[in-house]
């Protein structure tokens, strides 16, 4: 299974981005997915995360700006991001839980660059 992420760039604060992450490969089932961030110098931190169900939690610093959702027959999860501020700068992960034929595993998608300026 591949994630592979997309959507980063430079935008000025107040602007807006749309990321988008497919996963591909041998998949029964996605269950949770999610969208991270690490910024220099700190951990990675859960942006926000759609069930299966698409039930979603954010992170405090981005509700009501921040929107995922997820299109099951793309096995895709998008994160649109508006008034985007300097401090949601940092590299952008995406995360799936995904259940294939034999085993059930979390798998992460190569960063995406997000850069902030004010």
């Known amino acids: 299974v591949q994630l592979q992420a997309s959507g980063g760039g430079l935008v000025q604060a107040g602007g807006s981005l749309r990321l988008s992450c497919a996963a591909s490969?041998?998949?029964?089932?996605?269950?949770?997915m999610g969208w991270y961030r690490q910024a220099p110098g700190n951990q990675r931190e859960l942006v926000a995360v759609?069930?299966?169900?698409?039930?979603?939690n954010y992170a405090d610093s981005v509700k009501g700006r921040f929107t995922i959702s997820r299109d099951d027959a793309k096995n895709t999860v998008y994160l649109q991001m508006n008034s985007l501020k300097p401090e949601d700068t940092a590299v952008y992960y995406c995360?799936?839980?995904?259940?294939?034929?034999?085993?059930?595993?979390?798998?992460w998608g190569i960063g995406t660059l997000v850069t902030v300026s004010s």
């Open positions: 490969g041998r998949i029964l089932r996605i269950n949770d």
């Open positions: 995360k799936a839980n995904v259940q294939g034929p034999y085993y059930g595993a979390n798998y």
């Open positions: 759609i069930t299966s169900g698409s039930l979603t």
